[in-house]
Nanobody, 124 residues
């Protein structure tokens, strides 16, 4: 079992930046593809970004391309989501997810492990 812990959420003004971090509570997940998803109030959870085990392949939802960057430091056993140019519509709970395969995927049902989420609020 892998427990994921997210951190780095908070309140920021539009145009600001935040960096989210995701790390497993115990074991390493350097062999796992990892993704970020978000869920805004009253909306379904949506894919944000994903990265393969090596960090060489990434995918993003169109609405965050050019503003968000997903990366990983396997030596630190951590995956990051750098969010720049934040907009009020980015407000959501952000979830980290890991899958037991090294290949990245945008589909949430292909991830076996999920964190508890971290709140990101962007004020206008």
């Amino acid at each position: 079992q892998v427990q994921l812990v997210e951190s780095g959420g908070g309140l920021v003004q539009a145009g600001g930046s935040l960096r989210l971090s995701c790390a497993p509570s115990r074991r390493t997940f350097s062999d796992y593809a990892t993704g970020w998803f978000r869920q805004a109030p009253g909306k379904e959870r949506e894919f944000v970004a994903t990265i393969d085990w090596s960090g060489s392949t990434t995918y993003y939802v169109n609405s965050v391309k050019g503003r968000f960057t997903i990366s990983r430091d396997n030596a630190k056993n951590t995956v990051y989501l750098q969010m720049n140019g934040l907009k009020p519509e980015d407000t959501a709970v952000y979830y980290c997810a890991a899958r037991l395969l090294p290949i990245a995927t945008i589909f949430s049902d292909q991830y076996e492990y999920w964190g508890q989420g971290t709140q990101v609020t962007v004020s206008s």
